[in-house]
């Protein structure tokens, strides 16, 4: 079947029962994996029906690919590079930085996901058991120049937050200067007004 036959999308909870099979057909948690429903991305054949699953779990910036499973696993190869395409697409529009896997199979050592140092484990999120098992990591992006553009980001936000914080302070100076002078213009012309009339004949008259 041509990789273009299969639809990709995010699971809903209309797929739970197909996914439960597939998830029972690999003795993974069920119980576990149906609570993080919408970590899961399936692939659609023609029909519908869910040929395939994985997961993409997201802790700060880094990403965990976890959950593989197939209807079939003769289409396995042709459904994976779809897989692949989705979640470069999530972790560029999410800015991870690192990608972490515990799947076998060779296709995810072609992506560039080898098997991890001792000091990039060290970089491992504590959710994730770092002891006994394989994982295959993959950089994205350099994390040092990452932080530092988040730093930077942080700082162009708190100079832009102080320049509005400035600019509502001389808005309100100038409403609240803006104000005084009406209330003395007002004053003044009051005062003229009382001055004219004391000074106007007819109020002399009236006033007799």
Request: zero cysteines.
């Amino acid at each position: 079947m041509e990789p273009t036959a299969f639809h990709l999308r995010r699971a809903t909870v209309d797929d739970l029962k197909a996914l439960r099979a597939l998830w029972e057909s690999m003795r993974f948690a069920v119980p576990e994996l149906e609570p993080r429903l919408t970590e899961f991305q399936v692939a659609e054949d023609p029909g519908g029906k869910i040929a395939g699953t994985i997961g993409f779990q997201m802790t700060g910036r880094q990403a965990l690919i976890h959950g593989e499973a197939f209807e079939d696993f003769s289409l396995a190869e042709t459904i994976r590079p779809l897989f692949w395409q989705r979640i470069h697409t999530l972790a560029m529009n999410h800015g991870i930085v690192r990608l972490w896997t515990l799947e076998s199979a060779p296709f995810w050592n072609r992506q560039g996901l080898i098997p991890a140092t001792l000091g990039e484990l060290q970089k491992l999120p504590p959710a994730w058991p770092s002891e006994g098992v394989l994982w295959l990591t993959l950089q994205l992006k350099s994390e040092e120049a990452f932080a530092s553009a988040e730093k930077e980001i942080e700082r162009l936000l708190r100079a832009e937050k102080a320049r509005t914080a400035r600019a509502l302070r001389r808005a309100t100076l100038l409403k609240n200067l803006a104000t005084a002078v009406a209330i003395i213009l007002a004053l003044f012309v009051g005062a003229a007004l009382v001055y004219l009339l004391r000074r106007s004949p007819s109020f002399s008259v009236h006033g007799r």
